[in-house]
């Protein structure tokens, strides 16, 4: 099992900046994939980004050069930091994990976090 608990989300005017943290424990080791996947209210569920065991990044078209995802590989540590914020991207903002060996088949989380609202006011 892996536990995920996120904090760091708040509420920010458009154009500031945030940095999610994702503390990992349990199970989980260098095998696994990460990632950060957001929910607005009446909207789908979408990925926002993620990394693998190599540090292999990917993201949403929507956050692209202006998100960074990282990873702690000693503490298991996943971060977020979130510039140039737009109303747009006020959600709930979930920590995910999933060993890689099933997340490049499946491309599905297994393991979630509690979630930590963000949002971004004009």
């Known amino acids: 099992q892996v536990q995920l608990v996120e904090s760091g989300g708040g509420s920010v005017q458009a154009g500031g900046s945030l940095r999610l943290s994702c503390a990992a424990s349990?199970?989980?080791?260098?095998?696994?994939?990460m990632g950060w996947v957001r929910q607005a209210p009446g909207k789908e569920r979408e990925g926002v980004a993620s990394?693998?065991?190599?540090?292999?990044?990917t993201y949403a078209d929507s956050v692209k050069g202006r998100f960074t995802i990282s990873k702690d590989n000693v503490n298991y540590t996943l971060y977020l930091q979130m510039n140039s914020l737009k109303p747009e991207d006020t959600a709930m903002y979930y920590c995910?994990?999933?060993?890689?060996?099933?997340?490049?088949?499946?491309?599905?989380?297994?393991?979630w976090g509690q979630g930590t609202q963000v949002t971004v006011s004009s």
């Open positions: 349990g199970d989980i080791d260098s095998t696994y994939c």
């Open positions: 990394i693998d065991s190599d540090g292999s990044t």
């Open positions: 995910a994990a999933e060993l890689c060996s099933w997340w490049y088949v499946r491309q599905e989380w297994n393991y």
